[in-house]
């Protein structure tokens, strides 16, 4: 089992080689770029969409960046004569979602081709938001080399709706907006990466394969067929409101609550789904039965988890509690015949990063 650890802020990492992208002050045209983009995890999922095309969601959610320290997306785009996409060392054909964001920027800049070569550092395709963070590069990419008027978050959601969140840094709402269009459904930063500094985020790969069910189609069947998922979407802006507060505070049992009953709501949504869809393993299970077990001994909610589309926890807790937690783990999970075959330390992240010398 390979046990990754770091504990350097992912800003003093890159420093020397990438800087944040400030888009209040717009960067000057480009013809070739290299970025990075983090992998987002949603505390308040988003899960439905009210227009398919456009991926505008049925309610807004809340979501924190992870550090770049090890999981992140880098994408290098150049304009060319022809476009053409590689990812991770596999030329593909251009998918309909990556034409969606092209066809945008061909709105504007009508001559616009690119070569694009991306990879992710983390598993594809495996509910650990590797759309989100792909997305979000390619959209600041293209925004780079064909600066456009809008927001960059609008750009990134037309790819997949997670990837709006991964355009800011830290704390991020993506706030679901009424206009048909999208103008407003944009996402935006509630608090920066240094807010919370003793917050950490550890990711426990239970399973690197592709998930059978795509967030795309199981939306798409639980907006069709759950009754629970009308329950969800009238209160989850209460628990928007609710876990804001907590952030703004600090408060750490409060947050944890709210990230596990939101996790738990989402899944109990996708089983209601007919029919059903179970993207829990048994591994999973057990991780949600040793962290209830965990807060039961401590007295108070000191670790949380919530898991995306796939059987893999990603569980929050501060740095105090953080050696004992990732103890408990490594020895109920991981280690010969573990069921965890990889744990990915972080801490809360900042935005999309450009090389210096692009
Ligand atoms: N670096 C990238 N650049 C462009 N597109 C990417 C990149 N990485 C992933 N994608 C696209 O995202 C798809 C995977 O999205 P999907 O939602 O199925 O999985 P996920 O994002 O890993 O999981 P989840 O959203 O549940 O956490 C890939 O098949 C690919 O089309
Ligand atoms: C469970 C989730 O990770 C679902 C993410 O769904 P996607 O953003 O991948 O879906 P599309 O908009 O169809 O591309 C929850 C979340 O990240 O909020």
Known sequence: MKTKLFYRSNRQHLSAMFNEIDWNNTPKEKDEVTVRTPVNIAVIKYWGKRDEKLNLPLHSSLSVNLSMDSMYTETSARKSKDTVFCINGKIEVPTKRFDRLINKIRADHPESNVDITTHNTFPTAAGLASSASGYAALACALKLLYPTSGNVSELARLGSGSACRSTAGGFVLWEKGVEEGGKDSVSRQLYSEDHWPELRILVCVVCKDEKAVPSTAGMQSTVQT?????????????????????????????????????????????????????????????????????????????????????????????????????????????????????????????????????
């Open 226 to 358: 759950s009754s629970l998922m009308k329950h969800r979407v009238l209160h989850v802006q209460q628990r928007i409101e609710q876990i804001t507060e907590a952030i703004r505070l600090r408060d750490f049992p409060k947050f944890g609550e709210i990230t596990m009953r939101d996790s738990n709501e989402m899944h109990a949504v996708c089983l209601d789904t007919y029919p059903p869809i179970a993207y829990l393993n048994d591994t999973s299970h057990q991780i949600i039965r040793s962290v209830h077990e965990y807060n039961s001994e401590k007295g108070e909610v000191r670790a949380a988890y919530t898991f995306d589309a796939g059987p893999n926890a990603v569980l929050f807790c501060e740095e105090k509690d953080l050696f004992e937690i990732r103890d408990r783990i490594k020895s109920k999970f991981c280690g010969e015949g573990g069921r965890v075959s990889e744990l990915v330390e972080c801490k809360i992240g900042c935005g999309p990063m450009l090389r210096a010398s692009s």
